[in-house]
């Protein structure tokens, strides 16, 4: 199986800052990343396919990039709806593994 | 409009089968596949198996022989059923669609599960 590391596990950023988010594939997923964003009680929703290609209606403002093994998503500007937990996902082999979770927290 | 909704009781006693019932609208299950996810509270997300578009399934080795996933297209439900269930099976669960091109593009909205006595 695929595992998939996510770091860090919590961050803590003010509005307006810039984040990133890493994840590391134990083997090669040729970008077959995706990154979802989650709110409490909520159901995941999907903002970076491919690893840098923006789902439909997401903003601007978020970002994925990487190959390989390495894969980062990026939040410019951050707005007060930003503040979830995030996660990544291997789409390449099954299991379809996920990151840990990282949980953005408003500093 | 494309739609998930997961439906199941809420309540499962340990080493019984849980029943889940996962109903699209708005996309067949003829042209994407439908996947399961859990998620035990506050924590990740855990991959347990597809339903594929031509009615084939494949499964997370980690549920071993527990896990079974069908469907019927005429009713455009997908089914999830997992015996033997212990108290580490509570949390929940979630049915999703992969996308053309994209990984998990909708979800549904989720349905808790309790196993207790």
């Known amino acids: 199986d695929i595992q998939m590391t996510q770091s860090p596990a919590s961050l803590s950023a003010s509005l307006g800052e810039t984040v990133t988010i890493e994840c590391l594939a134990s083997e090669d997923i040729y970008d077959i990343l995706a990154w979802y964003q989650q709110k409490p009680g909520k159901s995941p929703q999907l903002l970076i396919y491919d690893a840098s290609s923006l789902h439909t209606g997401v903003p601007s403002r978020f970002s994925g990039s990487g190959s390989g093994t390495q894969y980062s998503l990026k939040i410019n500007s951050l707005q007060p709806e930003d503040f979830a937990s995030y996660y990544c996902?291997?789409?390449?082999?099954?299991?379809?593994?996920f990151g840990s979770g990282t949980k953005l927290e408003i500093k | 409009q494309v739609q998930l909704k997961e439906s199941g009781p809420g309540l499962v006693q340990p080493s019984q089968t849980l029943s889940l019932t996962c109903t699209v609208s708005?996309?067949?299950?003829?042209?994407?596949?439908v996947h399961w996810v859990r998620q035990h509270s506050g924590k990740s997300l855990e991959w347990m198996g597809r339903?594929?578009?031509?009615?084939?399934?494949s499964y997370n080795s980690a549920f071993t022989s527990r896990l079974s996933i069908s469907r019927d297209t005429s009713k455009s439900q997908v089914f999830l059923k997992m015996n033997s269930l212990q108290t580490e099976d509570t949390g929940t669960y979630y049915c999703?669609?992969?996308?053309?091109?994209?990984?998990?593009?909708?979800w549904g909205q989720g349905v808790m599960v309790t196993v207790s006595s």
């Open positions: 339903m594929w578009s031509d009615g084939d399934t």
């Open positions: 996902q291997n789409g390449l082999s099954a299991p379809l593994t």
């Open positions: 708005g996309f067949s299950l003829t042209s994407y596949s």
């Open positions: 999703a669609r992969r996308g053309n091109g994209s990984l998990f593009d909708y």
